[in-house]
């Protein structure tokens, strides 16, 4: 079966840093882009980074860069993301999600893990 | 980049269709056939319903279909059915490699 699975949320004071890992299964990982996404309670999807399948190529939304750092292990199936500087608005359930093709990206997402929630509060 | 504007809400009857618009700008939608519709029911991670504007992955009903003009793109949904109704979500490529959301929709099926 096809799945990802995340861990790693949890609460963190303002300023404070959480890792995100996410655990592929039931496809060759190490053929896809990978990407987070970011839902914050009662409201929208929110992009918040990607990754080429060999790391070559890492994009961030402007609200998380230079506090956010996604990575990868193919020989682990793992995808990763150290969250610094965490905020009150970074308050949210992040998704690891699948990129749909193998190829030229089509910037889409057929693969989503369940979430994990990630809160920010002192 | 602000959100992509979708309706807050819609409804429609079993069996009618529904239309529900996403409005962006001449540097995402308009520039690119690169949009995506995403499904999500309440405390489940969202489900790809349409990508690159029109095309519907494996095991999507026909029910569903894309389109765009100009700045705006849509999802009709033919047929409505009580499981139809969720918060469905348009994406779209904005350049450089980043992607925008709506700001989601609310499907009722009365």
């Known amino acids: 079966e096809v799945q990802l699975v995340e861990s790693g949320g949890g609460l963190v004071k303002p300023g404070g840093s959480l890792r995100l890992s996410c655990a592929a299964s039931g496809f060759t990982f190490s053929s896809y882009n990978m990407n987070w996404v970011r839902q914050a309670p009662g409201k929208g999807l929110e992009w918040v980074s990607s990754i080429s399948s060999s790391s070559s190529f890492i994009y961030y939304a402007d609200s998380v860069k230079g506090r956010f750092t996604i990575s990868r292990d193919n020989a682990k199936n793992s995808l990763c993301l150290q969250m610094n500087s965490l905020r009150a608005e970074d308050t949210a359930v992040y998704y690891c999600?699948?990129?749909?093709?193998?190829?030229?990206?089509?910037?889409?997402?057929?693969?989503w893990g369940q979430g994990t929630m990630v809160t920010v509060s002192s | 980049q602000s959100a992509l504007t979708q309706p807050a809400s819609v409804s429609g009857s079993p069996g009618q269709s529904i239309t529900i618009s996403c409005t962006g700008t001449?540097?995402?939608?308009?520039?690119?056939?690169?949009v995506s519709w995403y499904q999500q029911h309440p405390n489940k991670a969202p489900k790809l319903m349409i990508y690159e504007g029109s095309k519907r992955p494996s095991g999507v009903s026909n029910r569903f279909s894309g389109s765009k003009s100009g700045n705006t793109a849509s999802l009709t949904i033919s047929g409505l059915q009580a499981e139809d109704e969720a918060d469905y979500y348009c994406c779209s490529y904005a350049g450089s490699s980043t992607l925008i959301f709506g700001g989601g929709t609310k499907l009722t099926v009365l």
């Open positions: 999600a699948r990129d749909a093709t193998v190829t030229t990206s089509v910037y889409a997402f057929d693969i």
């Open positions: 001449s540097s995402d939608v308009g520039s690119y056939n690169l």
